[in-house]
């Protein structure tokens, strides 16, 4: 059963053409992550949600923004992509209480540039 | 601060033999540890973690991983390696009771499986 959902798998967008990912899931976690990984490299953490208070990462470009519009759902909204914003997009979730730091993570969105 | 470093980007073991791929954490809490896998264009999978207690842990697909504080290691091994174990292998650490559970992760080892 998947419990954390994105879509779309893949994404094909033209420079400077917005673009949003989207994420849903089923765990009623409380706590919902953006990351940014591109080929060969470790996870980036772009930001994340604490129920509805956004965190946003020091060094995550203003080209990024999300939104969490309830528990279930969340977005990741790329105003104007570039061609270094070509990446796989990763969800994850975490739950709050007794956490251990585990995360779930979606099977990601893989984004192209043109 | 914590950080991760997992030596070596790319493993390479035959069909059989045993497969380490190595993880030190730096940390001034008591960690909490992870192994994930991913398989290409698909997201993260956890393999293991450690929280407390045991040192030995077992994850899924025959993994296991040994906690060992004094050389501040996480080493994931397995005794015969698969085919299907092709694929990247991240370390990652989160600080004791961290309530975001915010993991920072290693660079990633590669494992390549050869018949």
């Known amino acids: 059963d998947a419990m954390v959902i994105q879509n779309p798998r893949y994404q094909v967008t033209q420079f400077g053409k917005p673009v949003t990912l989207s994420c849903s899931q089923t765990?009623?976690?409380?706590?919902m992550y953006w990351y940014q990984q591109k080929s060969s490299q470790a996870p980036k953490l772009l930001f994340h949600y604490y129920d509805k208070d956004f965190n946003n990462e020091a060094d995550t470009p203003d080209n990024f923004q999300s939104r969490r519009p309830n528990t279930s759902f969340c977005f990741l909204d790329i105003r104007s992509p570039g061609l270094g914003d070509a990446a796989m997009y990763l969800c994850?979730?975490?739950?709050?209480?007794?956490?251990?730091?585990?995360?779930?993570f979606g099977e990601g969105s893989r984004l192209t540039v043109l | 601060a914590q950080s991760v470093t997992q030596l070596g980007s790319h493993v390479s073991v035959s069909e059989g033999a045993l497969v380490l791929l190595r993880c030190n954490y730096s940390?001034?809490?008591?960690?909490?540890l992870f192994w994930y896998v991913q398989y290409p264009n698909q997201g993260l999978q956890l393999l293991l973690k450690?929280?407390?207690?045991?040192?030995l842990v077992k994850g899924i697909n025959g993994f296991e991983a040994e906690f060992k504080k004094s050389e501040t290691s996480f080493h994931l091994t397995k005794p015969s390696a698969h085919m299907s174990d092709a694929a990247e292998y991240f370390c990652a650490v989160s600080s004791y009771g961290g309530s975001q559970g915010n993991l920072i992760f290693g660079k990633g080892t590669k494992l390549s499986v050869k018949p």
């Open positions: 765990l009623n976690h409380n706590v």
């Open positions: 994850a979730t975490s739950r709050v209480r007794g956490n251990t730091g585990e995360l779930f």
């Open positions: 940390s001034s809490v008591p960690p909490y």
């Open positions: 450690y929280t407390t207690g045991a040192t």
